[in-house]
């Protein structure tokens, strides 16, 4: 599911040496609390993990760092920063939470393998901070060659803020470079954090409208919480776009 996410990171790793997996200190170095805690680790900057090392335990104390939100990975529910929280964990439950300011790429589809998920769409997952904006990326090549070296890949940054989401390239424009191309669309948008709730957005190109509704966090029975969601914007990974949320 979060396989776009890591693959942006290690595309990160390659090209600045920065880790995929990074204690906290390096992401809260202002926060004395973590430098001390061996137990959580953060995956880029959006994720935070906490490690259970104690056998058969039922629960866990987990640090979230910072003065903002933080949201479980499995519910969507919102979590205060700052502060310790006591959490139930099981066999296959890991704590790991979103951080608020920051917009994970997801492949909700459950596949066999990767290579199976190369023309899914996409869910773009939103955490909003206190000033009601995020940011992330999102990069994508054809996974198996070294063409990207010569640009045969896409680079995106999104960003949220006063109300409207925008797709932007991050490649650099050149010409006589290897193009690569995706058809691959967003299938899904899910706000975190945004109120009062909005009922509808529209999309640019084409100004076409599209309507927000409750939608189940994780595509699997049971699991999480119902949140707001965009469904079927019809925007290509690809593209420049903006979705303006009213």
Known sequence: MLLPYFYTLFREANASGVPVARPLWMEFPADEKTFSNDEAFMVGNSLLVQGIYTQRAKHASVYLPGDQSWYDMKTGTAYKGGATHKL???DDSIPAFQRAGTIIPRKDRFRRSSTQMENDPYTLVIALNSSKAAEGELYVDDGKSFQFQKGAYIHRRFTF????????????VTTGHSKFAS?????RIILLGLSPEPKTAFVEPGNEKVDIESGPFVLREGQGQSVLTI????VRISDDWTIQVL
């Open 88 to 90: 139930d964990v099981s």
């Open 231 to 234: 469904r079927k914007p019809n």
């Open 161 to 172: 803020s006063n109300g409207k989401l925008t797709s932007s390239n991050l490649a650099p």
């Open 183 to 187: 058809g691959c669309t967003v299938e």
